[in-house]
Each structure stands twice: as structure tokens, then as C-alpha cells.
């Protein structure tokens, strides 16, 4: 039988503000566990919520880059269950009206490109941390209350290539509008996936079951896969699809269950009273928008225009940081494919033999900008630059500064340079009657012996140059 | 309505995670059977099912959002005064997953 699958996916982005959703104790990774708590957070008894300002405009602007409406009403709902990970008993989150609705992005797979409706986005608070041993369980507050950000897609994705492609979709936006770090692998983006198949042409829908615990793009994809396939064998075999929970086990690369779905949970959801409605204005909601930090389609569309490929562009926008990093360098004024090829080249392959991310890297992107000057201006050859930057890594200092403690800078200057030439070809008149008679090689071997004279600073294409032109004078 | 009867009580105890006692799931019965007659009561109001459920006094909206600035957070030792068992600076429950 053949079966399409039907895929829609839940993700929760962790923001990075400053203050907590609804408190104003501090976002922090890595802290202490406890020490980043408010009475909010804790739940204590006649404490108030109050609405951060910044995760409504990260809202806002999310919700604008994935082309949705934008409620300009903000009201929170309680989603009442009790579990330890929430000391309130209840979530604050937007259950009726999320702030945004009815979006769509596009992603560009290995069929082309196709649009992906996203059905909300909306607000809500994240959940403390709990660490399970094998007979107890420590809870950690730092977490509770952090601003997430949750985006539920229509079931248009089809296979686990597209459910990956959304995902990496997602987490650009989030990382390029500096709402989220985007990590799958820190848990600041997190996605549960339903998938269920049904016969090819087919209206009628079948079972879905949730895939929790992905905690990388590629596990998506493979998981996916996995599970679309699992169920068509069910299928296939005469079995039945059940309503459960999967997790995507690693080390098998497969998914097994976690546990069935009996019935579906009531949160009794209600309005949560300790938060009138909020009215946002539209200078608001533009101002948010208008100061939105660029996301990449803006920056390719940019790149582009400076004359780098697609590409190059890929991979300048492989990550914020990056790209970051390029545009910082371009401020020096130097050639923008030049710096581009040192970015994707050697500064990358530097990064990625030393195991570290660009963010941690010591050279300043202005100072490159420098040295890619230096190349364009004929001042360093090129096989000199990879000395001088090796360098730069080393001692942090400035391209120039290097250049005239070691003396390497290129001699590019006429007037050193003829001299020398001069001396040569005067040594040499059969060599010139050989080159005048055909043997290009002649040029070659004036070249290297300028180069040895002047311990290879000399600049190559000015010195090749000159020589011709002298040669043709005589 | 769903009718208030004593397995709908014990499902929900059951639910919350907590045992009822016999006596106490008769009390419970009785406190239902009294707010559900003063339920009635307004019920019986004419035209009340037209009227719109409100969740605040007043249809009053305000623009008001905290800035996203940061203050001290509480000191561990105040955060965690109300917990019965605390290991390494954290609470320790009984084992909430399988």
C-alpha cells in the first residue's frame, strides 16, 4: 500500500531577554540551581504577574516574519494541572488568542520550494527543571518562568526532510531577530512532532502519535522517517496505529514508546484574572517590527548585491554569528567577496579545527577587513596574508603592525623595484633576444630572480609587469 | 451538568493525585448538592444564558508592560524555606516518572 504521511509540529523557543515572562528575576543558563528565583516564579501566596515588554515585542516580531496576523489584544489563559514542575498549579499561556494566527513560511527542499502553513504562535511561561534520579526527583526554579514562545504548524509537512527544513527555518528566525539562541542541543528550541499516515488520495486521517526527546535537526529528520515507515508496516501487517507518546531513542536511531494516550487531559482553561487585557497599539506593534533586527532573506538579498553567489551567502548565513561577523569586516571598506572567502575559508577552517565558534574567535572582524585591504592593495601577496593571519590569531595584534616587526609587507612600489629589474635585464641581453623571439619562459625565470633579490617581498603581478615593459623598451 | 456523585469525585481525587475518605467524599456531596442548588437559582433568571461570561468587573483594557530590566532574585535559603527536603540547593521530591 502506499501511505502519505501528515506531519505537524510543536516548537517552544526559550527567549533570551533579560527578565523572566512574568517576573522580573533574571534569564540565566547554568546558575546555581534556586538562586534565580522571584515569589512570582515561586508561586507565593497575593504575588502578581506582571507582562514582559520585550517578550511581547519578540512576539510580535516573530509572528511578523512568519506573515501571521497579529492580535493587538494580549489576554492569558491558566492551563490548570498539577505537577511538580509548575508551583502554581497552572501555566500562564495564550490558549484562545494567541498573538499571532494564520501565518505560512516558506522552505526550500530537495523537490523545490513549498509553503508551510503555521496555524499560531503565542506566549506562555516555561516549566522548572526536574532532575530524575532513580529514586527521587530535585527540582531546579531557575527555569520556571522563562518566556517561551510556542509555534504550532498546520499538518503540511510530509516527510522528515521538510519537517527538517521548517526547523531550520524556524530556528534562523528566531537566532537572526535575537529572540532565541536557537539550540536544540541546550533545549532553548525545543519540538514535539505528530505524524500519522493514510492511504495515498485518501481524506481520512489516521492515528497520530507524538515523538518527544528530539533534540537535534537531523534526529527530527530520522525520527520522522523512522516512524512514518514503522507505520506503514503496521499497516501493511493488518495492525492498528495506537494513539501514544514515542521518544526517539539515540543509540537505535529509533522510536519506541513511552506511553499510550487514554484520554485527553482537561486543563480547564480559564481567563487568567490577574492580568486585565492588554490593548497594544499599532505605533506599538510597527515600532516592534520596523526596529526588528534583519533576518537572513534580508541579509542574502543583501550579500547578493554586494556580488557574493548563493552559496558563499549560504554559508555566511549558516548561523547570526557569522554573518555577524561578515558584516562587521565589510565596515572596513575592503572587498566584499575577498572578506566573504576569508570568513568561509580559513577563519572557518580555523574554527572548526580548533573546535570553537566564531563567537569565541580573538581576531576582530574589522582587523581582517584590514588585511583583505592589504591583499587588494598589493601591499601582502596572498601566501604572505595566511602568515600574517596565523599570526594575527597568535598575538591579536594589527595586520600592520605585524607587517612592520617582521618585515614582510610586499614591496609594491616602482622605485624599489626597477632598479632591480634594471640591473637584471642589463645582465642578461640574450635573455631578452630569447623572449622577444618567443620563449614566454624567459619572463618566469626574471620573476624569480627579483623575488630571491628581494626575499619574495616583492609584489608578483607588478613586478611580472614591469618587466615586460622594460623588456619591450630595450 | 455532569451529576456530582461519588466516582466522579474519586476520579477527580484520583486525577489530583490524592486518596478521599469515605466521610469526606459524603461531606463533599453534601457542599456540591448546595452549590449546585444555588446554581439553579440563577438559572432560573430569565434570558441569563444570552448574558456574556465576563472575567473581569470592568470592560476595561490598560497598556501597561514591564520593562524587561531585572531585580535581585530572592536568596536561596529564603526560596526554599517552605520545602520539606532540600538536596545540594534543591528540592527533593518523591520520584515523579516511571
Same mark, same amino acid.
Given at each position: 500500500?502506499?501511505?502519505?504521511?501528515?506531519?505537524?509540529?510543536?516548537?517552544?523557543?526559550?527567549?533570551?531577554?533579560?527578565?523572566?515572562?512574568?517576573?522580573?528575576?533574571?534569564?540565566?543558563?547554568?546558575?546555581?540551581?534556586?538562586?534565580?528565583?522571584?515569589?512570582?516564579?515561586?508561586?507565593?501566596?497575593?504575588?502578581?504577574?506582571?507582562?514582559?515588554?520585550?517578550?511581547?515585542?519578540?512576539?510580535?516580531?516573530?509572528?511578523?516574519?512568519?506573515?501571521?496576523?497579529?492580535?493587538?489584544?494580549?489576554?492569558?489563559?491558566?492551563?490548570?494541572?498539577?505537577?511538580?514542575?509548575?508551583?502554581?498549579?497552572?501555566?500562564?499561556?495564550?490558549?484562545?488568542?494567541?498573538?499571532?494566527?494564520?501565518?505560512?513560511?516558506?522552505?526550500?527542499?530537495?523537490?523545490?520550494?513549498?509553503?508551510?502553513?503555521?496555524?499560531?504562535?503565542?506566549?506562555?511561561?516555561?516549566?522548572?527543571?526536574?532532575?530524575?534520579?532513580?529514586?527521587?526527583?530535585?527540582?531546579?526554579?531557575?527555569?520556571?518562568?522563562?518566556?517561551?514562545?510556542?509555534?504550532?504548524?498546520?499538518?503540511?509537512?510530509?516527510?522528515?526532510?521538510?519537517?527538517?527544513?521548517?526547523?531550520?527555518?524556524?530556528?534562523?528566525?528566531?537566532?537572526?531577530?535575537?529572540?532565541?539562541?536557537?539550540?536544540?542541543?541546550?533545549?532553548?528550541?525545543?519540538?514535539?512532532?505528530?505524524?500519522?499516515?493514510?492511504?495515498?488520495?485518501?481524506?481520512?486521517?489516521?492515528?497520530?502519535?507524538?515523538?518527544?526527546?528530539?533534540?537535534?535537526?537531523?534526529?527530527?529528520?530520522?525520527?520522522?522517517?523512522?516512524?512514518?515507515?514503522?507505520?506503514?508496516?503496521?499497516?501493511?501487517?493488518?495492525?492498528?496505529?495506537?494513539?501514544?507518546?514515542?521518544?526517539?531513542?539515540?543509540?537505535?536511531?529509533?522510536?519506541?514508546?513511552?506511553?499510550?494516550?487514554?484520554?485527553?487531559?482537561?486543563?480547564?482553561?480559564?481567563?487568567?484574572?490577574?492580568?486585565?487585557?492588554?490593548?497594544?497599539?499599532?505605533?506599538?506593534?510597527?515600532?516592534?517590527?520596523?526596529?526588528?533586527?534583519?533576518?537572513?532573506?534580508?541579509?542574502?538579498?543583501?550579500?547578493?548585491?554586494?556580488?557574493?553567489?548563493?552559496?558563499?551567502?549560504?554559508?555566511?548565513?549558516?548561523?547570526?554569528?557569522?554573518?555577524?561577523?561578515?558584516?562587521?569586516?565589510?565596515?572596513?571598506?575592503?572587498?566584499?567577496?575577498?572578506?566573504?572567502?576569508?570568513?568561509?575559508?580559513?577563519?572557518?577552517?580555523?574554527?572548526?579545527?580548533?573546535?570553537?565558534?566564531?563567537?569565541?574567535?580573538?581576531?576582530?572582524?574589522?582587523?581582517?577587513?584590514?588585511?583583505?585591504?592589504?591583499?587588494?592593495?598589493?601591499?601582502?601577496?596572498?601566501?604572505?596574508?595566511?602568515?600574517?593571519?596565523?599570526?594575527?590569531?597568535?598575538?591579536?595584534?594589527?595586520?600592520?603592525?605585524?607587517?612592520?616587526?617582521?618585515?614582510?609587507?610586499?614591496?609594491?612600489?616602482?622605485?624599489?623595484?626597477?632598479?632591480?629589474?634594471?640591473?637584471?635585464?642589463?645582465?642578461?641581453?640574450?635573455?631578452?633576444?630569447?623572449?622577444?623571439?618567443?620563449?614566454?619562459?624567459?619572463?618566469?625565470?626574471?620573476?624569480?630572480?627579483?623575488?630571491?633579490?628581494?626575499?619574495?617581498?616583492?609584489?608578483?603581478?607588478?613586478?611580472?609587469?614591469?618587466?615586460?615593459?622594460?623588456?619591450?623598451?630595450? | 451538568?455532569?451529576?456530582?456523585?461519588?466516582?466522579?469525585?474519586?476520579?477527580?481525587?484520583?486525577?489530583?493525585?490524592?486518596?478521599?475518605? *469515605?466521610?469526606?467524599?459524603?461531606? /463533599?456531596?453534601? &457542599?456540591?448538592?448546595?452549590?449546585?442548588?444555588?446554581?439553579?437559582?440563577? $438559572?432560573? @433568571?430569565?434570558?441569563?444564558?444570552?448574558?456574556?461570561?465576563?472575567?473581569?468587573?470592568?470592560?476595561?483594557?490598560?497598556?501597561?508592560?514591564?520593562? *524587561?530590566?531585572?531585580?535581585?532574585? /530572592?536568596?536561596? &535559603?529564603?526560596?526554599?524555606?517552605?520545602?520539606?527536603?532540600?538536596?545540594? $540547593?534543591? @528540592?527533593?521530591?518523591?520520584?515523579?516518572?516511571?
Amino acid at each position: 500500500m502506499e501511505y502519505t504521511a501528515v506531519i505537524g509540529l510543536e516548537i517552544h523557543v526559550e527567549m533570551k531577554t533579560k527578565s523572566k515572562m512574568f517576573s522580573s528575576s533574571p534569564v540565566s543558563y547554568g546558575f546555581d540551581p534556586n538562586t534565580n528565583v522571584s515569589v512570582v516564579d515561586m508561586a507565593f501566596p497575593g504575588t502578581m504577574p506582571t507582562v514582559n515588554k520585550q517578550a511581547v515585542i519578540n512576539a510580535i516580531r516573530v509572528s511578523n516574519a512568519l506573515h501571521m496576523s497579529i492580535d493587538d489584544t494580549v489576554i492569558f489563559e491558566r492551563k490548570n494541572y498539577f505537577y511538580s514542575d509548575l508551583p502554581k498549579g497552572y501555566q500562564i499561556t495564550q490558549q484562545f488568542r494567541p498573538i499571532g494566527s494564520n501565518g505560512y513560511l516558506t522552505i526550500n527542499t530537495s523537490n523545490g520550494e513549498k509553503k508551510i502553513r503555521v496555524e499560531r504562535l503565542h506566549m506562555e511561561e516555561d516549566t522548572c527543571k526536574q532532575l530524575h534520579s532513580w529514586d527521587f526527583s530535585l527540582l531546579d526554579y531557575n527555569r520556571a518562568g522563562i518566556p517561551l514562545i510556542e509555534i504550532v504548524s498546520k499538518p503540511d509537512l510530509t516527510s522528515g526532510e521538510e519537517a527538517a527544513k521548517y526547523v531550520e527555518k524556524i530556528r534562523s528566525i528566531v537566532s537572526f531577530l535575537d529572540v532565541s539562541d536557537g539550540k536544540m542541543e541546550e533545549g532553548s528550541l525545543r519540538c514535539d512532532v505528530n505524524v500519522s499516515i493514510k492511504e495515498k488520495g485518501s481524506d481520512k486521517l489516521g492515528t497520530k502519535v507524538e515523538i518527544k526527546n528530539l533534540n537535534s535537526i537531523a534526529n527530527i529528520q530520522t525520527a520522522i522517517d523512522f516512524e512514518i515507515n514503522r507505520q506503514a508496516l503496521v499497516l501493511d501487517c493488518g495492525g492498528k496505529i495506537e494513539q501514544e507518546t514515542r521518544r526517539f531513542d539515540e543509540g537505535s536511531q529509533e522510536t519506541v514508546i513511552m506511553r499510550l494516550k487514554t484520554d485527553a487531559v482537561d486543563y480547564k482553561y480559564f481567563t487568567e484574572p490577574n492580568i486585565p487585557p492588554i490593548k497594544l497599539s499599532k505605533e506599538f506593534i510597527e515600532d516592534a517590527i520596523k526596529s526588528s533586527p534583519e533576518l537572513a532573506e534580508a541579509r542574502l538579498i543583501r550579500y547578493k548585491e554586494l556580488g557574493l553567489n548563493d552559496y558563499d551567502s549560504s554559508l555566511l548565513l549558516v548561523n547570526k554569528e557569522t554573518s555577524d561577523y561578515f558584516d562587521k569586516a565589510l565596515l572596513s571598506k575592503a572587498n566584499p567577496k575577498l572578506i566573504a572567502n576569508w570568513v568561509i575559508g580559513d577563519v572557518q577552517s580555523y574554527l572548526n579545527k580548533n573546535n570553537i565558534s566564531i563567537s569565541n574567535f580573538k581576531v576582530d572582524p574589522l582587523m581582517l577587513g584590514k588585511l583583505v585591504n592589504l591583499i587588494s592593495e598589493g601591499k601582502v601577496s596572498s601566501k604572505q596574508a595566511k602568515d600574517i593571519f596565523a599570526e594575527m590569531i597568535n598575538s591579536n595584534e594589527d595586520p600592520e603592525t605585524i607587517i612592520s616587526k617582521s618585515g614582510t609587507s610586499q614591496v609594491s612600489d616602482e622605485s624599489a623595484l626597477l632598479p632591480i629589474i634594471t640591473v637584471l635585464l642589463d645582465a642578461n641581453p640574450n635573455l631578452i633576444a630569447d623572449y622577444k623571439a618567443g620563449k614566454d619562459r624567459v619572463l618566469g625565470f626574471f620573476v624569480g630572480q627579483v623575488m630571491k633579490q628581494t626575499q619574495g617581498k616583492a609584489n608578483p603581478s607588478l613586478t611580472s609587469k614591469l618587466i615586460i615593459e622594460e623588456m619591450n623598451r630595450r | 451538568m455532569k451529576e456530582v456523585n461519588e466516582s466522579v469525585l474519586q476520579e477527580a481525587a484520583n486525577k489530583l493525585m490524592f486518596s478521599l475518605k *469515605d466521610d469526606e467524599v459524603q461531606r /463533599l456531596l453534601i &457542599e456540591f448538592k448546595h452549590i449546585i442548588k444555588q446554581m439553579e437559582l440563577i $438559572g432560573e @433568571i430569565e434570558n441569563v444564558d444570552k448574558v456574556e461570561p465576563m472575567t473581569f468587573p470592568f470592560d476595561v483594557t490598560n497598556s501597561f508592560l514591564r520593562e *524587561d530590566k531585572t531585580s535581585e532574585p /530572592l536568596k536561596r &535559603e529564603d526560596a526554599l524555606k517552605n520545602a520539606k527536603d532540600v538536596v545540594d $540547593g534543591q @528540592i527533593r521530591l518523591p520520584k515523579v516518572v516511571g
